[in-house]
Every structure is written in C-alpha cells, then in structure tokens.
C-alpha cells in the first residue's frame, strides 16, 4: 500500500474526550472515528487490525472444531420474550419498532437465535456434539459508554454456543473452549489471566473471564501469580483452572487459600467470557433431542464470547510506547514500512520502489512515499506502530545502506541494501 493513496489521518493533538491511552492513540493514528456515544466508525487502519484480530479468533475456533455461521444484527423480540429475558434484560437493549409495530431489537448477544435454529434441524442425539459461532456487531445501550472501543454501545464480538447431550459432554465442550481461548490470546501477544466468574444474566452454574493485564483496567484482580507462567504447548486446562484468581468483590483476604507472597494484586481488561448454563435456554426453546432411549431430552448448553473489537483496545493499553502503539507482528496493520525520506531524490526513489515491488507481494507493506517532512514520516511511522521500518535516506544510499529499525526496541542500525530482503523475510517469517 502507498502512503500517498491510502487513508490514514493523523492528528498531532490529543482528542479531549479520550481519557485513556488506547483511545487516545487510535484516535490520534486514525483508526477509528466517533459516529455518536460509544459507536465508532473503523477507518482503514483500524479495520486492517480488527481482522488480523478477527482471523486469529477465527482460526482458533475452527481449530478447536467450531463452525462458524453469521446470525442478523436485528432479532424479533419474540424468542426473547419466550426465554424470559426480553424484559429481564433491562434498558441496555436497543428495543426498536418496525413499520408494522412489531417488536424487534438489535441484537446484545445470540443464545435465543442459535437455540431456535439447533432445535429447528437437529433432533438425535448422533447429531451432537455441536458448537456453532459467529463474528457479529452486538448492541448494548451501555449507561457509561467509556474509553473508546473498550466499551462501545455497539461492538463486535465473536460468540460461540455448544450443545451436548449431557452435563458431562458439556463441561468437555467448556474445557475445549477453555483452552481455545487461551491458545486465542497468547497468539495475540497477550497474557491472559482466567478467573471463575459470576454468571450474571446469562444464568447457569460454571463460567470463567479471561483478562488481561494493564494498569487501566476496569477490574481489579487478584491471583496466584504461577497462573501468568503458561506453556504454549502444553496448556494444562485443570491445572489453570486450579489457580486461585478473583475479582475484587469475590475475593476476601481472611478467606484467600494461598500465601501472601504467591498472590498477585493487578488491573485487568476482561476480553471473555465463557459459560455453561445447562438446560436454561433448550427448556424454554424447545431445544430437545432424542437420547439413545428413545427419551426427548433437552440439551445442554455453553455460550463463550470474545470482544474483538476490545481486543483491539485493550492490546494498545498492554503494548505502547510514549511514541505511540507497538503491534505484536500478527496484528500489525502492517508489517513493514518502507520510508522514503527524500521523494524527490532519484536513488532513493529506486531503491525504495525496488524493495517495494519485491516484499508486496510476500508481506503486508507500508511504502510511505508521501510529500511531507522526514520528521511527520518517522512519527507517524512510530504512532501507528509499524514493527519493523527500512528508513531510506540520500546519504546512507551513497554508501549502499539503509537503516533498519525494530519499533519493539526502537532500536536501529544500517544494513547494506543487498541483505534487506534476506533480513526482513527472516525476521518475518520467524
Ligand atoms: P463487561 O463485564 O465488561 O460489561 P460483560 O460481562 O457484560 O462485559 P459478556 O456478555 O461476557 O460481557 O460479553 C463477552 C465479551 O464481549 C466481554 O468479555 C467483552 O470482551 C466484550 N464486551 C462486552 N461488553 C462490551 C462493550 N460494551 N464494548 C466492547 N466490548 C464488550
Ligand atoms: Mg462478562
């Protein structure tokens, strides 16, 4: 992509009406703008990492045998007053009126509709285990809508349903998915803190949060610190299931199980949450299969969510400098900048075009070919958080060099032009 055709406001001044750091930056490298309360437009760099981010959780699920399906924004009211939550779920629902009058809403979550379809194909037992996701922009009239992206009215969310024949086959779903997620967000470059939770208006009986760490999160945590040393390749869901973590009004300093210099006080950012809620939606929606009895029984159920568009926020919180954002590689908007310091010089023009045509195929690239002072081209560069930068400038191409520079370090040095290729595919393809 050339800087010069792309859409990437930067503004040098800090918005007044952001208070935290993440919000202030993806306003400041334009990644998103305000459309009204808590709902935002996604602008083209913004919406590049929110599908990085989407297509990690993707990958997870399918992984972990989940098959995607996308469900409407908008759902009739009737499921909802069916499963008792239509006037449970208080004023956060957006409650809208069609031309005819009938009821409908924007949709705060999926467990009515996903139920009403499972019960309306499947009827056997040989049918299930099932678990079904999608990817969906949510609506929840938030009464503080706050920091941005971080707690938006309308947001996107990846939520997932699974249903089993039994208890038993459930809490294995659970595990499953237990695990997908922390698989999920140590891919994004997270730490990701599991808590048992409360189940809140979802209802059910076993549900746990993932955090993550950042000193200005909304939650205050307190855990055994041996819950942060996870080993990718190996995550033992019983064992981090065995840590003792809680939020601050579950946890209780006369009652907590472990050791003082074990117990670790920190701010989180919940980014999921998970939960099994047995038979509470598939009784009310008719969600009942055949057993290997010939008994109609009703299935047990999960629902898991992730907010990716939080995510997106929350990793800035976990991941900046004074400079701006730092992106782990795999989310990056792009991976590589190419900065041609002096547009009008024709070496470094060839140089710079050169490296272009050979890494746009391969990787996904920033030529900043743009008609500005070197100084604004290095700072947006930092601000937007390219990780690794091929600075181009009329001296150093004199002397076949370019300088290299790693935004996670911000460290720098020259290499010959001939090894830039080798260099950057080799970091990139680590
Ligand atoms: P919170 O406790 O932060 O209000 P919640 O418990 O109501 O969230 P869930 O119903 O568990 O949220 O939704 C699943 C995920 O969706 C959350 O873990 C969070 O990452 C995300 N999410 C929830 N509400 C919002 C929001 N207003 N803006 C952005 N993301 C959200
Ligand atoms: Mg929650």
């Known amino acids: 992509m050339k800087f010069s055709n792309f859409f990437s406001p930067t503004l040098k001044n800090v918005p007044a009406e952001a208070e935290i750091i993440s919000h202030q930056l993806m306003i400041r490298s334009g990644m998103i703008k305000q459309s009204s309360a808590g709902i935002y437009s996604w602008l083209p760099l913004g919406l590049r990492v929110l599908k990085n981010i989407e297509n990690i959780v993707r990958d997870e699920q399918n992984k972990a045998g989940a098959v995607e399906l996308l469900m409407p924004t908008i759902q009739s009211a009737d499921l909802w007053i069916k499963s008792g939550r239509y006037n449970e779920y208080g004023k956060e629902m957006l409650r809208i009126k069609d031309r005819s009058g009938r009821e409908i809403l924007y949709g705060p979550t999926n467990e009515e509709l996903i139920t009403d379809i499972f019960q309306s194909y499947v009827n056997s037992y040989k049918d299930l285990p099932k678990n079904l996701y999608h990817i969906q922009w949510k609506f929840r009239d938030e009464v503080r809508p706050r920091f941005g992206v971080m707690r938006g009215r309308e947001f996107l969310m990846k939520d997932n349903y699974s249903f089993d024949l039994s208890e038993q086959d459930a809490i294995i779903s659970y595990n499953k998915m237990f695990e997908a997620y922390i698989k999920t967000f140590l891919r994004l470059g997270l730490i990701p803190i599991s808590l048992r939770a409360e189940t809140g208006p979802i209802g059910g009986s076993l549900s746990h949060e993932f955090q993550i760490l950042a000193k200005t999160g909304e939650s205050t945590l307190y855990y055994d610190k041996d819950l942060e040393q996870i080993d990718p390749t190996n995550i033992d869901t019983k064992k981090l299931q065995s840590y003792y973590a809680a939020v601050d009004d579950l946890h209780d300093q006369s009652k907590c199980p472990i050791e003082k210099n074990q117990l670790k006080i920190a701010k989180g950012i919940e980014v999921g949450h998970i939960f099994y809620f047995g038979t509470k939606y598939s009784e009310k929606l008719g969600a009942f299969v055949q057993n290997n009895k010939g008994e109609n029984v009703p299935v047990h159920m999960g629902s898991y969510g992730i907010g990716i568009s939080r995510l997106v926020g929350a990793i800035i919180e976990a991941s900046h400098d004074d400079k701006g954002i730092i992106w782990p590689l795999n989310i990056a908007p792009f991976k ?70 790693v935004r996670q370090t911000n460290e720098s040095k020259k290499i010959s032009i001939d090894e830039v290729i080798n260099i950057v595919s080799k970091k990139i393809n680590l």
């Open 336 to 405: 590589i900048s190419i900065i041609n310091l002096m547009i009008d010089d024709e070496n470094c023009k060839k140089v710079a075009d050169n490296f272009y045509n050979q890494l746009s195929s391969k990787f996904d690239i920033l030529y900043d070919d743009r008609d500005c002072s070197i100084g604004k081209k290095l700072s947006d560069n930092d601000l937007i958080g390219i990780p690794y930068q091929i600075i181009i400038g009329k001296r150093d191409v004199k002397d076949n060099l370019v300088e290299f520079k």
